[in-house]
């Protein structure tokens, strides 16, 4: 019987000091900090600076410390980071608010409520440290519209993997974008998507979708792999390349551990940021969210946080949002931004993949040490 990682493991961080800090948004919902600190050294093992780990929608903070692989949290504690932090936001599989049927939630108000929270809860705990983020796919997005959007400040820099204030898909995934909300919810009465949906009763909405996605993936075995694909982008697969991932990680209950449900009122909101080229609010009018921009782009010259635009050069659900971004904003601040594409990758590999420690972490490591 092949092993099976468990759920929510720490057993990739089994050298770290592991605590965990919940705390309330404005907003009323209770999200998590977990801290990984190595020997408790507070970063006296080498940079004082605190980084801080922010997934994107329908992961979670686990997609950092896997135990298949040397992951991101080990990485930055050999190098000298010893004081290392991971959100879980609202969007995260960690927490039921995806599956919620009375829930609507958007970028909004991931942007609004929880990195401001977020941010009080680590600086109380840290004091005046400097703090980096290294932040991914739909965590990205929403941290981009915290920072450029004013209100969050003091970010020391920013890694943004795969897409930021320019989001753009390819022509399938944003007819995706365009009718899968409404058929799903109306058509088929599902108010979310599930990589797990091939688990459930035979002949149910969510089975027969399942097995009209895989289908159309031939590429491999796993149906948590194609509901994925259906899920995020265009392609065979369409989040990664499946060289980049280790055995244990390609299997179907690994897969949806580590990226789960998804609301689909978070695709009403990014097919308006596709129609528009760019981040913008849900709704412009509504009070909740008053202090963030209606236009990110206003106050960009005014950002003096350094940002590295990471992405693969497969990327097949992002495409090129991030060299348009790194174009668009070194117009603005010429010198201030940077860009590494790297080659073989795709949309979370880069994040996830078995060899990312020796083909994309380095470049997060230098972007880190010159910005500390």
Known sequence: MEHRIPRFTLAGVDDA????????????????????????????????DVVLLVHGLTSS???FIMPEHVNLVRFLHRNGYGDVWAL????????PYNVETRRRDTLDDV???????????LRRRTGARRVHVIAHCLGSVAFHMSLFGGVIDGIASVVANSVGLTPRVHPWARLKLMLGPALLRYGMGLPYLDPRFRDAPPLT?????????????PECGEPACHMQSFMWGSGRPAMYRHRNLRPQTHVHERLADLNGASALHYYRHMRKMVAAGRVVRFDPGDP?????????????AEIDTPVLYLTGDRNDVFTDSN??????????????????????YGHIDPLIGGNAHLDV????????????
Request: proline residues 5%.
């Open 61 to 63: 903070s686990d997609m």
């Open 323 to 344: 060299v348009v971004c790194h174009r668009l904003l070194s117009r603005i601040n010429p010198g201030r931004h940077e860009l590494r594409v790297i080659p073989g």
């Open 88 to 95: 879980d936001l609202r969007m995260s599989n960690r927490f």
């Open 205 to 217: 909405g969510r089975w027969l979708l399942a097995r009209a996605v895989s289908l159309a993936h």
């Open 17 to 48: 000091e592991v605590s965990v800090h919940p705390f309330a948004t404005e907003d009323e919902l209770g999200l998590t900090l977990t801290r990984f600190r190595r020997g408790g050294q507070d970063g006296r093992d080498g940079h004082d």
């Open 361 to 372: 972490f380095p470049h997060i490591l230098d972007f880190l040490k010159r910005t500390s």
């Open 288 to 300: 909740r969210h008053a202090a963030l921009p209606r236009h990110y782009l206003a106050r960009a």
């Open 111 to 121: 942007a609004c409520f929880d990195f401001p929270a977020a941010l009080r809860e």
